[in-house]
């Protein structure tokens, strides 16, 4: 049973811990609690950077390239044909127009920046996905674009290359996502087991067993907390990349098992069909592409939240755990798991209030402020300083500078110095109208900025 989480502990300004405490649980599932865990995140999100490569041995001339994403096992869209050193911004724009269409508009990519930089031999584009806060089509972990490179006759033994730098973690992460199907023809008997990260393997499952069986069975191995399983045997495998004489399909769903986890391991047992041709196969979550530049499955990694943090094992003993390192205006989520020795960690409690901000303040002083003589100048001083240890939440946007003659500063000379974070945007509003009272349904414009 849960308790309270708090930021009432005691901490100097400003706020930087916080307090969840807790009771045992009503039921410990037939063996005594051993341990609990705590887990804290944010709900913030990483951006995935993918890293385009072209590289040559002598300059080109008539060398292009292609790049194209595929978000499910049946749809991938591809670029026009690009010149060899295509600026940033072309690269940007046929990305963004990925799937575009005028009838059957399917758009893939809404969320991308893209900056080229120069290499010794080539060049090399830097695209981030999922960095806008009101976006989230291209949040998380993508799959990896993939190039396409002509020649076109240069002679400089041009190739490319794409990889991922960062992976992309999407606000409050992704639940792993894997599949489990048996497949054959005639008549389905036997038995499998499964395990999990090292376990030892599970109670032997009937080939026909239902979704609550499987997710009976694998929440009994240690490693394994809680799962959802959904059996659909009628699935349409075009749309989930699988293929076969499906008999039995069931979706896995890792709820309380953190991040891109392992796959599940099945010994196929006595597992056979009454045409010899029984498997029983487990598809990992992940987002490989295949040869023809389509995800393979729908399957769907697992991602950790921004700033996830796990304590170590607690003992059963304790009821409290102290969060440090906190930083003010951020929100901070947490949950608490109790395990036995015999079956692992259940399901994670949420406490109430379900998140905790430790308030925004003023900042801290400046650090390091020195005062000089400005040499050569008979009327003018030197300041100089660096930023405070804490700007108490929330960016630092401007500096006061006083001068005074008395330490009383009643007459003080005041200078306000702006910070890049204070600049002023400019915000432009487009419209798209008819002169009479027709409808627009259809068309496209395009944009020119002019210097």
Known sequence: ?????????????????????????????G??????????????????????????????????????????????????????????????????????????DEIVVEDVEV???????????????????????????????????????????PSISVTTIQEG???????????????????????YRLKFEGSDFSNYISANASALDIKGALELLPTVGEIDVNQNDSIDQSEIGTSGNLIHHYTITF?????????????QGTVKSSNGDASVNIYDGDNEINSNGLMKYS???????????????????????????????????VAVSASNAAFGFGKRMIPLPISVVPPKQTPEPPENVMLSVNS????????????PASDGGDSILRYRVELDHTTLFDYAIVQYINCPSNNKRTIWEIQTATDGSDVINGGSFQLKLEY
């Open 376 to 387: 050569g100048h008979s009327d003018r001083v030197e300041i100089s300083f660096d930023p």
């Open 169 to 191: 973690q999407r606000s409050h992460g992704q639940t792993e996502i894997q599949f489990l199907q048996v497949s054959g023809t005639g008549i389905l008997t036997g038995y």
């Open 1 to 29: 049973r849960m308790g309270h989480l708090s930021t009432l502990s005691v901490s100097p300004l400003p706020i930087t811990e916080a307090t969840v405490v807790w009771e045992q649980p009503l039921h410990d599932g």
């Open 31 to 104: 063996d005594n609690i051993e341990n609990y865990i705590v887990e804290v995140w944010t709900a913030a999100k990483l951006p995935e950077i993918q890293v385009v490569k072209l590289q040559y041995s002598s300059t080109l001339l008539n060398s292009k390239f292609s790049l194209s994403f595929s978000s499910t096992p049946q749809l991938k869209k591809e670029t026009a044909m690009l010149p060899w050193d295509a600026p940033a911004d072309l690269v940007r724009r046929e990305l963004l127009n990925l799937g575009w269409d005028e009838s059957n």
């Open 299 to 333: 399957t769907v990694p697992g991602e950790q939240p921004a700033n996830y943090i796990m304590s170590d094992l607690l003992e059963s003993s304790v009821r409290s755990y102290t969060i440090t390192g906190l930083t003010s205006g951020q929100e901070y989520f």
């Open 115 to 157: 900056t080229r930089s120069s290499l010794s031999n080539g060049f090399a584009w830097s695209i981030t996905f999922g960095s806008n806060p009101d976006s989230i089509l291209n949040d998380g972990d993508q799959p990896t674009l993939v190039a396409a490179l002509s020649a076109n006759g240069d002679s400089g033994y």
């Open 255 to 267: 709820l309380s098992n953190v991040g891109n986890v392992g796959s599940i391991v099945v010994d």
